[in-house]
């Protein structure tokens, strides 16, 4: 991979916390092998340019072994201004593939590949999808590309050794299962 440019930015913040509350590193534009293609997934591309990005801004990062976790802006819970998710949501790279291939077909004018933080020698890489209601996806019969935008985690998780505990709750409750049910058979029912 090669670094295009350099491109210094300001960014709005937002008060519940979603957005760094410190200035934002610029934005390196890396270029992509051509190849990328057709060796690899446009997950495994995108998610190389984030870390060669990460590795850049913010140094050395505390590990290559990636999670993927998708969510919304709708998710976030407003007691804590934190993402609540299960950990069965957390999937490897190559698990989240097809879903990943399937948001950039969809036509979404843009999509958010977010490094959280380390959550139990995880990278956790959150792909945010737009869900304001004027942003819908593209229907045209031109095909239009989404652009996959990056970021890293926010300064309050880099000072806390890149842990995700303050934008992330990662919660171990299993699916509620319906109760197993004894039908109630009478005694008249058994006799022969």
């Given at each position: 991979m090669e670094i295009l440019a350099k491109v210094e930015h300001n960014s709005s913040r937002r008060k519940n916390g979603l957005y760094?509350?410190?200035?934002?590193?610029?934005?390196?534009?890396?270029?992509?092998?051509?190849k990328a293609?057709?060796?690899?997934?446009?997950?495994?591309?995108?998610?190389?340019?984030?870390?060669l990005w990460l590795e850049t801004a913010r140094g050395q990062v505390p590990s290559h072994e990636v999670r993927m976790l998708e969510v919304n802006t709708r998710e976030v819970n407003l007691k804590d201004g934190k993402y609540h998710v299960r950990k069965d949501q957390l999937?490897?790279?190559?698990?989240?593939?097809?879903?990943?291939?399937?948001?950039?077909?969809?036509?979404?004018?843009w999509l958010n590949l977010s490094c959280f933080g380390v959550y139990d020698g995880f990278l956790i890489v959150a792909v945010e999808v737009p869900t304001l209601p004027d942003v819908t996806p593209f229907r045209?019969?031109?095909?239009?590309?989404?652009?996959?935008?990056?970021?890293?985690?926010?300064s309050i998780v880099c000072d806390a050794a890149w842990a995700v505990d303050?934008?992330?709750?990662?919660?171990?409750?299993t699916p509620n299962l319906p109760r197993a049910s004894t039908p109630l058979i009478s005694c008249a029912e058994l006799a022969p």
């Open positions: 760094a509350s410190k200035p934002i590193p610029a934005l390196w534009l890396v270029a992509l092998p051509e293609d057709s060796v690899m997934s446009a997950l495994s591309s995108h998610l190389d340019g984030l870390i999937r490897l790279p190559s698990q989240y593939e097809s879903r990943f291939d399937e948001l950039l077909q969809m036509g979404y004018p045209s019969s031109l095909q239009q590309l989404t652009s996959v935008n990056i970021s890293g985690p926010q303050s934008v992330l709750t990662i919660e171990y409750r």
